[in-house]
C-alpha cells in the first residue's frame, strides 16, 4: 500500500520561508495526484489552503502557495506569521474515488 | 450563508454502531458532495470517504471498508456516516465537509467526538 509522506515536524523564524513536502512511498507526486493542503489548529476544523496542486482557497493569504518540486508536492509559506504554527497536511488523488492524507507536519514559528 | 451542523458527541461501547449527521444549508445540496473525515487523537487526518449529494454514489477509504456506511436525506439536507464494529482506535473527532472536487474541501462541520472506551 502507497503511504504519503510528510516531514514530522518543521520549525521558521517569524518573516521566514519555509516549504514542507508531501511525497509517496513509491513513485513521484504529479499533479494528476490533485495534491491539495489543510491547515488545523488545535480545537479547530481543518481549513483548505491550497487544492488541485497551487490553487489557493478563497481567503487564504498570498504567502501560501503550492507546486510541485521534483517527485513532490509541495507548500510553501512565504513570510511565515506566528499565526502559521499548526498542523498541515496534504492529501492525494489515489484513483478510482479514494483520497489518502499523508501523515502531517507540525510547524512550528519561533 | 453555507454551514455545517453535525450532531453531538457520542459514547459507544466496543462493537456497537455509531451514525454521526451533518445537516447542511445556505447551498443546494444536491449539487456538491460531502466528505468525511477524522481526527484520532495524537494521530494526523485520516480521509474516510465521500458521498454524491445528488445521486448518494460513495467512495470510502479502503481501511474502513465493511464497516462505514455513507448516506444522505436530500428531504432534510443531511449527511449521514455510519460506523459499526467500533473499536478503541475508532475514538476520534469526525468532520464532515463540502466537496467541490479536486480535494477542495471548503466548509467543514464543527466536528463529533466518537469516544469508544477500551
Known amino acids: 500500500q502507497t503511504v504519503v509522506t510528510q516531514e514530522p515536524s518543521f520549525s521558521v523564524s517569524p518573516g521566514g520561508t519555509v516549504t514542507l513536502t508531501c511525497g509517496l512511498s513509491?513513485?513521484?507526486?504529479?499533479?494528476?495526484?490533485?495534491p491539495s493542503w489543510y491547515q488545523q489548529t488545535p480545537g479547530q476544523a481543518p481549513r483548505t489552503l491550497i487544492y488541485s496542486t497551487t490553487t489557493r482557497s478563497s481567503g487564504v493569504p498570498d504567502r501560501f502557495s503550492g507546486s510541485i518540486l521534483g517527485n513532490k508536492a509541495a507548500l510553501t509559506i512565504t513570510g511565515a506569521q506566528a499565526e502559521d504554527e499548526s498542523d498541515y497536511y496534504c492529501?492525494?488523488?489515489?484513483?478510482?474515488?479514494?483520497?489518502?492524507f499523508g501523515g502531517g507536519t507540525k510547524l512550528t514559528v519561533l | 450563508q453555507v454551514q455545517l451542523v453535525q450532531s453531538g458527541a457520542e459514547v459507544e461501547k466496543p462493537g456497537a454502531s455509531v451514525k454521526v449527521s451533518c445537516k447542511a444549508s445556505?447551498?443546494?445540496?444536491?449539487?456538491?458532495?460531502i466528505s468525511w473525515v477524522r481526527r484520532a487523537p495524537g494521530q494526523g487526518l485520516e480521509w474516510m470517504g465521500w458521498i454524491s449529494g445528488y445521486n448518494g454514489n460513495t467512495h470510502y477509504a479502503q481501511t474502513l471498508q465493511g464497516r462505514v456506511t455513507m448516506t444522505t436525506d436530500t428531504s432534510t439536507s443531511t449527511a449521514y456516516m455510519e460506523l459499526r464494529s467500533l473499536r478503541s482506535d475508532d475514538t476520534a473527532v469526525y468532520y464532515c465537509?463540502?466537496?467541490?472536487?479536486?480535494?477542495?474541501?471548503?466548509?467543514w462541520g464543527q466536528g463529533t467526538l466518537v469516544t469508544v472506551p477500551s
Open positions: 445556505g447551498y443546494t445540496f444536491t449539487s456538491y458532495g
Open positions: 492529501v492525494l488523488y489515489m484513483g478510482s474515488g479514494i483520497w489518502v
Open positions: 513509491s513513485g513521484s507526486v504529479s499533479t494528476s495526484y490533485y
Open positions: 465537509a463540502r466537496n467541490l472536487g479536486s480535494g477542495h474541501l471548503d466548509y
